[in-house]
């Protein structure tokens, strides 16, 4: 039988604010992936990108109401994956809770090499390597000081981005409407190179499987909700009206992009916002663009350190992690999970150095799929859960799914598409299939200690 902490003097502060909770949500979705990752989504798919940004925002939206109706009714859960355990089982959460832990300890040494390769190019004299390290040990140090310290510094780096995307809107929007275009309205733009959909409808659909990853990261309130005075029915509110605002700024700014540029002049790897910026005539363009994305980085760095302390914290609670990493410090804050994750980030980073091509890819590959996982497990976990309520406590329900359970069996339907189009496509096979690896190695190692307690009863 597994051990569950419940003393009291290891329970997390309510040092976060509901301005730092919506930036949370914010700063969990708008990263590097639109910022630049999206040049490649354009690229590739032509102008009906916008469709399927749509699509993909479509599905986290509805996965953000299943989140909001679970968070309401079951309140003070911890995390989202732990709603995987309320409904499935045992297993589920434990699975759930270390797919998700190894999603984001990989997330940040990604994001710390992402931004010491932007700060290189300033500094050449230190190495992307060493960058890498102190931007890691920076946002460990943030970490450490109070869940606070994390709240103020995500409410500045996604201030900064909500500020840029606005600013974007406003100058893009006034010149695709022909307010400051020499040649008037730019719209054609949408129509003229191929048309609409240049590479087909599939090329629609097979583009939400990269696109939807752009999206990860919201659920993340979820967690952040622990740390917080505020009600669960507040929080859960929140979490849908942030998440739509936020798909609205997607779709908006990916319009915008290919109504301002021709989508056959978009490069692969190059921020499409500068280039439609340099397109309007935004003056060093490029060079304002590569502050928001290191602000995005840095950003996506400091959730991850958060993310990965506050999960594997959870698993410790429920008995599925070493007691030893539930403890908190006096500032009520999970030092030694903090600290588990920064030491797997260094390891990572000296795989990058060492082990680029073997260890450092598989251990990016491997999260590929990941997160997709946990959501079709938490997506599961509410149908069961929901049909549950709905027959012994329907006065829990202070916050529905819309359209149950027609939308939900819908968002499991797109999520297992996404999945087997990964499966299907040589470009992301080897993601899936690293991912899946993951997956059983998690499962088995459940059934080993499930064994090893068992026969510890005995």
């Keep these: 039988m597994k051990i569950q902490n419940t003393d009291a003097s290891n329970q997390l502060g309510r040092g976060l604010r509901t301005r730092h909770v919506t930036m949370i949500t914010v700063g969990g979705i708008i990263g590097a992936g639109l910022f630049v990752g999206s040049s490649t989504a354009i690229a590739s798919i032509g102008p009906a990108a916008i469709l399927s940004y749509a699509l993909s925002g479509l599905v986290i939206l509805f996965m953000m109401r299943m989140l909001s109706e679970l968070a309401s009714s079951y309140p ?70 109070s869940a606070r310290s ?70 993340i309130v979820t967690i952040a909700a622990a740390e917080s005075n505020e009600g669960a029915r507040t929080i859960a509110k929140l979490t849908s009206s942030v998440a739509l605002r936020i798909l609205l700024f997607f779709v908006l ?56 302390s506050r999960v594997l914290f959870q698993l410790a609670a429920k008995g599925d992690a070493p007691q030893w990493l539930v403890t908190v410090n006096r500032r009520r804050v999970p030092a030694r999970a903090i600290i588990a994750g920064a030491v797997f980030g260094y390891g990572a980073i000296a795989c990058s150095v060492i082990s680029p091509g073997v260890v450092f890819s598989f251990l990016v590959n491997a999260s590929g799929a990941i997160a997709l996982v946990n959501y079709l497990l938490v997506a599961l976990a509410e149908i069961r859960l929901r049909q549950q309520m709905e027959t012994a406590s329907p006065e829990r329900l202070t916050i529905r799914m819309w359209f149950f359970p027609y939308a939900t069996w819908g968002t499991i339907a797109v999520i297992v598409g996404v999945l087997i189009a990964m499966a299907a496509t040589p470009d992301l096979q080897s993601q899936f299939f690293s991912s899946l690896a993951v997956v059983l190695l998690v499962l088995g190692l459940f059934a080993v200690l499930r064994r090893r307690a068992a026969t510890a009863v005995a």
Aim: charged share 5%; hydrophobic share 55%.
């Design 76 to 145: 003070g859960t911890g995390s989202f994956t732990e709603f995987a355990r309320l409904g499935l089982g045992a297993w589920a959460g434990f699975t759930a809770g270390w797919l998700y832990w190894y999603f984001w300890v990989i997330v940040v040494p990604i994001e710390a090499i992402a931004g010491a390769g932007i700060l290189h190019a300033w500094y050449p004299a230190f190495a992307v390597w060493q960058i890498g390290l102190f931007l890691l040990t920076l946002m460990t140090g943030v970490n450490l000081l």
């Design 150 to 219: 994390f709240g103020e510094f995500e409410f500045w780096f996604s201030s900064i981005k909500v500020a840029a995307i606005l600013v974007f809107i406003c100058v893009a929007g006034a010149y695709a409407t022909g307010l400051t275009s020499p040649t008037g309205a730019t719209f054609g733009n949408l129509t003229r190179h191929g048309g609409f959909a240049p590479k087909g409808g599939l090329a629609i659909l097979a583009g939400v499987t990269s696109v939807i990853f752009s999206f990860v990261g919201a659920e």
């Design 253 to 308: 700014s990916i319009t915008l992009i290919v109504a301002v540029v021709p989508w056959n002049e978009i490069k692969p790897g190059i921020s499409p916002f500068a280039t439609a910026l340099a397109r309007v005539g935004i003056p060093h363009a490029a060079d304002a663009m590569n502050v928001v994305v290191l602000t995005a980085v840095l950003s996506c760095l400091n959730s991850g350190i958060y993310v990965t």
